[in-house]
């Protein structure tokens, strides 16, 4: 790691977090942390962002002061980060030799997706056989409000996605909080892995149908838990968290070209 005349830094060396292909993505990123990024919890949310949408590649090494440098804030906030994120399975680290960004296959993938689709499912059904509290209804409306919002704009860059990941994580969260079975929540918050953050990876047209598909499932899942239809809501969750495996060969032809990409830059 250097630094330039203004103290800022900056990294030269192969696998020391290397440099951003788009630019679009450095810029979404400065716009946040121009905002400001304080506790372990931030600091976690936003380092699992940044590997779940391949801005940190797989396999890329990850150092304490490298991050804290990336992200403006102290080595302690990142350190209970990363160790946050092995325990999720996202990072890998080893005695002395600090993290590196785990290696998914599309197997890996598809256990990962199988699992949390049956969590969130059992989920639904709780929230549906225990009934929506006014509050709690009107927070799945929002949600559903800004996603259709986001469709309407027929927007399709890293911003777009990533206020639909933001407001798609705020859905599904919210669901499985208002279950109120918190050995569930302790389940799912070690099991993150969501498509929302790949779907920059696919092509325009694929980006925008994957968006509009994943706003009719949340429709008529909503549907099912207001009116109480807990075997129907648990099926259309479900099925839900495994739509995105239909786009695997996909997702994961663009996500090693991008890595591909970024080694290559970092090369010259």
């Not at 679009?24 to 946040?32: D, K, L, Q, R, T």
């Amino acid at each position: 790691m250097q630094f330039n005349k203004r103290g800022v830094a900056f990294y030269r060396h192969k696998g020391e977090l290397g440099k951003f292909k788009n630019s679009e993505w450095i810029n979404c990123m400065h716009s946040e942390l121009r905002g400001g990024i304080n506790s372990t919890e931030e600091v976690t949310s936003k380092l699992r962002e940044l590997i779940m949408n391949g801005t940190l590649v797989q396999g890329e090494r990850l150092t304490e002061t490298g991050l804290a440098a990336r992200l403006a804030v102290s080595r302690t906030p990142v350190r209970l980060a990363l160790a946050t994120l092995e325990r999720e399975d996202l990072v890998e680290g080893a005695p002395n030799r600090g993290f590196r960004v785990r290696r998914f296959s599309i197997e890996d993938m598809r256990e990962i997706m199988e699992v949390r689709a049956v969590l969130e499912g059992m989920a639904a059904r709780l929230l549906a056989e225990k009934g929506l509290e006014p509050d709690q209804n009107a927070t799945l409306q929002e949600c559903l409000n800004g996603i259709a919002e986001l469709i309407a704009s027929k927007r399709h860059d890293p911003e777009t996605f990533r206020e639909f990941a933001r407001i798609n994580d705020r859905f599904h969260t919210s669901i499985a909080a208002f279950a109120g079975n918190t050995a569930l929540q302790r389940l799912m918050v070690r099991n993150p892995f969501r498509s929302a953050p790949l779907l920059h990876f696919l092509p325009d047209e694929e980006g925008r149908a994957a968006l509009i598909d994943a706003q009719r499932d949340h429709i008529r899942l909503v549907d099912a838990i207001r009116k109480g239809e807990g075997t129907r809501a648990e099926f259309l969750m479900r099925e839900h968290g495994l739509l995105p495996l239909q786009r695997a060969d996909q997702l994961f032809t663009n996500i090693n070209k991008n890595a591909a990409n970024q080694r290559t830059d970092e090369a010259s």
